[in-house]
């Protein structure tokens, strides 16, 4: 298998994006490009060669085509498939490189860190175990490029994004797990749920794996390999953070905050705020407003 050297990452600029709604029967016509391609397929399967060698578009599969280089379809497809696309140009022509002399670079640390400080070492195929954050990004792109933001940079930025977290992807099956976008692409939605269901008393980790289609000790097991805490305790740190702006800000009674932050029960709430804070939620209350009276 051959891998791909783009260099100049922050030259590098998407041209335009698109989704391909194929019939059965339709062949990938034969192609020279001044530009390079991204495929990502959605679904079915198309044949397709890249200078000779044989590449296969299947859904949660990333399929590069470099500029510069003739590539065509194998044989009609068997049935309707569909693939999304993105054209983009670089500073300086693709570097087509031997898994060999790829696999050397990936397997070092320190050749990754001199080597891809500002550029990007892609497998011309990739199959994702996840797709659906790439999906996503894709999503984003196309509706950026129909209804674009104030500044042409975003499409940009989002495009840069996606390969960057591809390449991440790439280096976390050969050095660790530290560069794996997926999972934290994962711990991030995961995140952001919880900031989302803060005040509801039912939201729990069963709720929240769920919600994201994930085993809860999966889930679990990430999120605290990359946080440092448990997501049961992660959960209960923010309705606590809640709860101090509350006893901060407001006149609420003691019950209604803890409420109001998810906890089910007053003895509860004052439990955990005591274990982390080393006060009770009265104790705070008096002495945040002690440290700020304001003379008038």
Excluded at 153 to 166: G, R, V, W
Aim: hydrophobic residues 40%; proline residues 4%.
């Amino acid at each position: 298998m051959n891998f791909i050297l783009l260099r100049r990452l922050e030259e590098l600029r998407a041209s335009n994006c698109g989704i391909a709604i194929l019939n059965e029967g339709w062949v990938h016509p034969t192609r020279n490009l001044n530009t390079s391609v991204l495929i990502l397929g959605k679904k079915s399967t198309a044949g397709i060669t890249d200078e000779g060698d044989a590449l296969t578009v299947e859904p949660g599969k990333f399929v590069l085509l470099p500029a510069e280089r003739t590539h065509r379809g194998t044989r009609p497809i068997r049935e309707a498939a569909s693939y999304f696309w993105m054209h983009f140009s670089t500073a300086e022509p693709p570097v087509a490189m031997g898994e060999r002399e790829a696999l050397r670079v990936l397997n070092d640390p320190e050749a990754v860190a001199r080597e891809l400080s500002d550029a990007l070492l892609l497998p011309q195929e990739i199959a994702l175990d996840e797709p659906k954050v790439f999906l996503d990004l894709f999503h984003d792109l196309l509706f950026e490029q129909e209804r674009p933001s104030f500044t042409g940079q975003k499409m940009q930025y989002l495009f840069k994004l996606m390969l960057i977290n591809l390449n991440e992807t790439v280096l976390a099956n050969f050095v660790d797990e530290k560069y794996d976008s997926t999972r934290y692409s994962l711990i991030y939605a995961a995140i952001q749920a919880i900031h989302e269901n803060i005040t509801d008393g039912n939201f729990s980790v069963k709720n929240l794996s769920d919600h994201l289609n994930y085993n809860p000790d999966y889930l679990g097991r990430i999120f605290k390999a990359r946080m440092g805490r448990s997501l049961g305790d992660y959960i209960i740190d923010q309705r606590i953070k809640y709860a101090t702006c509350l006893l901060e800000e407001s006149n609420n009674t003691i019950d209604s905050i803890a409420y109001d932050s998810g906890f089910n029960s007053t003895r509860n709430f004052i439990r955990q705020f005591k274990a982390r804070k080393g006060e009770t939620p009265t104790e705070s209350r008096q002495r945040y407003r002690t440290m700020h009276v304001t003379n008038r």
